[in-house]
């Protein structure tokens, strides 16, 4: 078995054994960008100067309270390892995201936290934020959850005991 690990199909890390992978093609990513230009677009159309600044407190604010969620989730939940994790920007893997192998379970509990706990926090600023600051908010948290999410359902079915791949192309879920 030569060449790249992620190239082989029957690929295996220690004792795991490539079982599924998932790639993420060209018109996925390109409708992700769509998305956040749509909802700039809708902000700069509705609220001007306002929708603009929101949309930037929307995407700082939403990785910081994401962020945040994350490390006090890992401290809860799993021995924080947090060499295992890093920043990325490039899409559709932007925000604070696993770089190393992750167990499966882990991964859809801390997504599951970060879903629910994020959409709370969102929620607390409410009485402070204005419209497009909110509407920003909920959007960007939606959209940099949604590359994750949809990787959790395709994996739906998949152990938990599994380990899950991150690269900028494709996911990789590995099984004993």
Known sequence: MRGKLAEQEKATIYQYQLKQKITVRDELYRSHLCVLAILAIFLLIMYRVEGVKALGIGIIGTQIIHFIIIRLTLIRVDEPDYRRWGWRVVAPWIGYIPTAHIELGLFRRLHRHLLWLGLCAIGVFYPWANEA??????????WFLAPRLVVVRRLKKAKREGILKIASNEVSFYHR
């Open 133 to 142: 600051t909110m509407i920003s908010l909920i959007m960007c948290h939606v």
